[in-house]
């Protein structure tokens, strides 16, 4: 399977499923697409006042199916943002990647998070990338996130 949007491009496994909401934004950041072995939902809540309404976004999965995965791509800009240093390439751009095991993904079931950092081609900007994976599988799991990695393209602006 294929996504492309907002100048990022890449192949994902087919059981993957691929949403998106376009509440879940802020001034300096917004989810592209969040795919994932499990159900997801609309991860937002809604206040509504008059003359105001306030969103709150959280994980669009309450927990990860033995196997799981959980994969959230944003798009993120902020003043004065510095890069982590690069460890590898990305799409032909500078990125940092990291495998720990971080709260948001055991809150979730999750046994090894990947962080990726992929540099945007302007000032600020950056994509990102947080998968989540939950055992068993984790080899095969951590395989398919390197391959959607590697078949990471960008639109020229992006």
């Not at 800009?77 to 495998?99: K, Q, S, Y």
């Not at 095991?101 to 540099?119: E, P, S």
């Not at 599988?137 to 391959?147: L, M, N, P, R, Y």
């Amino acid at each position: 399977m294929s996504f492309h949007a907002t100048g990022l491009a890449f192949r994902y496994p087919a059981i993957w499923r691929p949403v998106t909401w376009s509440d879940d934004v802020s001034s300096f950041n917004g989810l592209v697409v969040a795919l994932s072995t499990g159900r997801q939902h609309d991860p937002c809540q809604r206040a509504v006042k008059p003359q105001v309404t306030s969103v709150s976004c959280a994980d669009p999965v309450d927990g990860l199916p033995p196997g799981g995965v959980l994969v959230r791509w944003t798009s993120n800009g902020f003043p004065n943002w510095h890069a982590p240093p690069a460890n590898t390439r990305i799409g032909g751009r500078p990125a940092t990647e990291t495998v720990s095991t971080d709260n948001w993904c055991t809150a979730l079931g999750g046994t090894r998070t990947i962080k990726v950092v992929i540099r945007g081609k302007v000032g600020f900007n950056w994509y990102g990338m947080d998968a989540c994976l939950r055992g068993p599988g984790i080899a095969s799991g951590q395989a398919e996130i390197s391959a959607m990695l590697a078949s990471v393209r960008f639109a020229s602006a992006a």
